[in-house]
């Protein structure tokens, strides 16, 4: 990850954090102690500019390496895409710890070459490279102790295919606002087949009203917004809005067991109506990837996608590659129309779906 700094203030190089931005910084007065400046991953709406105490992401690297029980003679492979927070948590947890960390970028023959050439003990992934791990039956090495994946669900299929292949799995959870971690599975539950529920980090506390807020020590300062008025952009700085007791509302929708514990994690919507039918989003996408395995197809090549249609009703689209075997994918569609009763509303067919650097599904729609 490339990194430069301006007065004790850092910036993820990357093409939508311009020399702009690093100027209104230096110019107004709210950055009083280091920050760093990324850009969210967008998942839950449009992509922001955070800003982070530098203080507070080593405050968050600590709480992670506790649960972890990572080492200083840990050695990190970092795979993810350069410009977001998983990467650079990443980083600071190597950089605390003072261990080795090297960097690939992600291709499935480039990770394989990295795991074989280095005595690579950490690894994280998003859902999507793990999903190419297990089309390819990738087998884990000897010396990896934790595969940590984040940034998104994974369903009880893609862990169970995952553990079978050797990969020591710990499954993680954030939001950038809050650092790159505030919820992990335990080390006692790797390698176990059942997908595990998650802990929240040591600090990190919760509150249920009508939004769900959270509490931790590594919570974010606010957002620079970006104003396109013409061919002029115009910055702002909106301060994060805590409620009186310093807890911040977050809009992903997660269900909790009677330890506290996170048991299922959907981003935005828990359940939502797709022609008059309630489903729960999770359980969705983890039906979809269970067919998938029963008539032996990949589980990386074929996303569903839940989207607004002409932003007034929920459909579900069905985004696939050609090299999928049809008459399965025909069984597979049918099979899951009948158990939900709702139609996929359209199917998007691709010789490889267009991806992100870091191997996660791009979709997009005129509608």
């Not at 709210?30 to 839950?44: D, E, L, N, Y």
């Not at 709480?63 to 650079?88: A, C, Q, R, T």
């Not at 008025?229 to 807890?247: C, F, H, I, R, V």
Request: proline share 4%; hydrophobic share 40%.
């Amino acid at each position: 990850m490339n990194i430069s700094s301006k007065e004790h203030q850092f910036f993820i190089s990357d093409p939508e954090l311009s020399k702009e931005i690093e100027d209104y910084v230096q110019e107004v007065s709210f950055f009083k102690q280091p920050h760093v400046f990324i850009r969210s991953s967008g998942s839950s709406g449009k992509a922001k500019i955070i800003a982070l105490r530098l203080e507070a992401l080593i405050i968050n690297a600590n709480m992670v390496i506790e649960h972890l029980e990572l080492k200083p003679s840990d050695i990190f492979l970092d795979v993810l895409s350069p410009y977001f927070m998983g990467s650079l948590g990443a980083q600071v947890r190597a950089g605390v710890l003072k261990a080795k960390i090297i960097q690939s970028n992600w291709r499935i023959k480039s990770f394989e070459n990295a795991l074989t050439e280095n005595p690579i003990t950490v690894c994280s992934l998003i859902p999507s490279q793990l999903k190419q791990i297990v089309d390819e039956h990738l087998l884990a090495p000897a010396s990896l102790r934790l595969l940590i994946v984040g940034g998104g669900a994974v369903t009880p299929t893609l862990y169970e295919q995952g553990t079978k292949l050797g990969w020591p799995i710990v499954l993680s959870y954030g939001a950038t606002e809050l650092g790159p971690q505030f919820a992990a599975s335990r080390l006692e539950d790797v390698k176990r087949l059942k997908r595990p529920s998650l802990k929240l980090l040591k600090g990190v506390r919760f509150k249920s009203t009508s939004d769900l807020q959270i509490f931790t020590p590594s919570l974010f300062s606010g957002y620079i917004q970006v104003h396109h008025n013409g061919g002029k952009n115009t910055l702002s700085y909106d301060e994060a809005q805590l409620t009186k007791d310093g807890y911040w509302p977050i809009k992903d929708k997660l269900q909790f067991n009677e330890a506290g514990e996170i048991v299922d994690v959907t981003r935005i919507d828990g359940s939502v109506k797709i022609a008059g039918v309630l489903v729960k989003v999770s359980e969705v996408y983890a039906a979809w990837e269970k067919l998938l395995f029963e008539q032996g197809l990949a589980l990386g090549h074929s996303y569903l996608n839940i989207a607004k249609h002409k932003q007034l009703e929920n459909v579900i689209y069905l985004h696939t590659e050609e090299k999928l075997n049809e008459p399965k994918l025909s069984k597979v569609i049918k099979k899951f129309e009948e158990s939900f009763q709702i139609k996929i509303k359209g199917l998007f067919s691709y010789k490889k779906i267009p991806r992100t650097q870091s191997g996660k599904p791009i979709f997009s729609y005129n509608n």
